[in-house]
Nanobody
Framework: QVQLVESGGGLVQAGDSLRLSCAAS????????MGWFRQAPGKEREFVAA????????YYSDSVKGRFTISRDNAKNTVYLQMNTLKPEDTAVYYC?????????????????WGQGTQVTVSS
């Protein structure tokens, strides 16, 4: 079982930066792909970014590529999402996710553990 707790959300202005953190419980963090997703009001949850368990592969949605950076610290059981040049359309609840199985590559059905989410609001 993996428990995930996100932090770092808040209210910022367009163009600002924010860094989200996700702390994971347990001893298997370093063997799991981690992802960030977001859900805006009235919209479906969408993929934002992911990072392989080893940290050597990262994946981004087109909407955040070049602005957001995902990273992880396996010694701290923590994954981060650095968000730069924020836009009002980035406003959403951001969720951290861990792969259901160890050593599972990022994909459509990878994630089985989810955090409670952290709100990010970007004003124009």
């Amino acid at each position: 079982q993996v428990q995930l707790v996100e932090s770092g959300g808040g209210l910022v202005q367009a163009g600002d930066s924010l860094r989200l953190s996700c702390a994971a419980s347990g001893s298997t963090f370093s063997r799991r792909t981690m992802g960030w997703f977001r859900q805006a009001p009235g919209k479906e949850r969408e993929f934002v970014a992911a990072i392989r368990w080893s940290g050597d592969n990262t994946y981004y949605s087109d909407s955040v590529k070049g602005r957001f950076t995902i990273s992880r610290d396996n010694a701290k059981n923590t994954v981060y999402l650095q968000m730069n040049t924020l836009k009002p359309e980035d406003t959403a609840v951001y969720y951290c996710a861990a792969s259901l199985y160890m050593f599972r590559e990022h994909g459509g059905s990878t994630y089985g553990y989810w955090g409670q989410g952290t709100q990010v609001t970007v004003s124009s």
